[in-house]
């Protein structure tokens, strides 16, 4: 009941335009030369979502301001690879690119329209609903087994009819924060940039190689969720239980490279399990060795 309280209660600051028009400014502080970076990643933001999303995204960034550690180079690469992830690809995003395409002037007038098809997966669509509606839908799809089925996805602006529903798609952006997917993705961010700040106090020299993980996670459909799944397992299994201080790693930023070469389209994760576990064993060995010793 509460969620659906919450859920209704921001719907409705939405349609009223409660504190959502005014972009925000460029927090002060910012690192020589980033300015252009996150000026982008506001805009791109604004246009995926609204001013509130953007507003989210400078606090964000504020945790990082003078921050030991962090200078420009990486300061950018937090702004760009954030921006990025914060504007992750669900069918209302690519509804959204798909009439910018179509607009005049976007691209080459003599290009003749075509059919872009999509797969997702059932529970990825039911995921961009909002929480109240979706739990009870996944909740049976589960039971069923159709979570995972491929659903094949059209978003043509070939027609007037194509163009109108793909309007009807993109507006559903007003319901994105309230939904599955959304709650996910706003974790995953925090998750990264909390590994980030972790790394920078622990471990520094391996904290560029932490945020650069975020590129691991892109895309939609059975490749997302893969991506997710692999970014997990090395953070759970090696970065994590560095900073925690119970794996005694020396080299986090190589381990990581070495996790992420590894990594594969495979469900069950067999050579990156593998990869991290044999990084543990030789960590834990050359640990003994120096005590023995």
Same mark, same amino acid.
């Given at each position: ?70 200078? =420009?180079?990486?300061?950018? =690469? ?14 209302? $995003? ?46 049976? #799809?589960?039971?069923?087994? #159709? ?17 109108? $529903? ?5 507006? #559903? ?25 972790? +790394?920078?106090?622990?471990?520094? =020299? ?6 650069? &993980? ?27 239980? &560095? ?8 080299? #986090? ?6 996790? $992420?070469?590894? +990594? ?30």
């Amino acid at each position: 009941m509460a969620s659906f309280l919450s859920s209704l209660r921001y719907l409705l600051s939405d349609f009223i335009g409660e504190g959502d028009g005014t972009p925000p400014f460029l927090p002060p502080g910012l690192p020589d030369g980033v300015e252009a970076e996150v000026s982008d990643g506001i805009h791109l933001l604004m246009d995926y979502q609204g001013a509130r999303y953007a507003k989210l995204y400078v606090e964000r960034l504020r945790r990082f301001i003078g921050k030991p550690g962090v200078d =420009e180079a990486m300061f950018r =690469e937090i702004a760009r690879l954030m921006a990025i992830r914060m504007s992750y690809q669900d069918p209302i $995003r690519i509804a959204q690119l798909k009439l910018a395409e179509a607009r005049p002037g976007a691209g080459d007038p003599r290009a003749p329209p075509v059919d872009d098809i999509r797969k997702f997966r059932l529970d990825e669509l039911v995921e961009a609903l909002p929480a109240a509606i979706a739990e009870p839908i996944l909740y049976i #799809l589960e039971s069923l087994g #159709l979570l995972r089925k491929q659903v094949s996805i059209r978003f043509s602006t070939r027609t007037g009819c194509g163009i109108r $529903r793909l309007k009807v798609e993109a507006s #559903l952006r007003r319901w994105r924060r309230f939904s599955v997917r959304y709650a996910r993705e706003r974790l995953w961010v925090e998750r990264w940039l909390h590994m980030i700040d972790r +790394a920078l106090t622990k471990q520094p =020299e391996a904290a560029l190689a932490i945020v650069h &993980t975020a590129t691991m996670v892109q895309g939609y459909g059975a490749a997302y969720r893969q991506s997710i799944a692999d970014w997990h397992a090395i953070i759970d299994g090696l970065a994590k239980p &560095t900073f925690d201080g119970v794996l005694p790693l020396k080299d #986090l930023a190589g381990a990581v490279a070495e996790a $992420r070469a590894a +990594a594969s389209p495979d469900p069950r994760q067999a050579n990156l399990k593998r990869t991290i576990a044999e990084t543990r064993a030789r960590a834990f060995a050359a640990a003994a060795k120096a005590t023995a010793g």
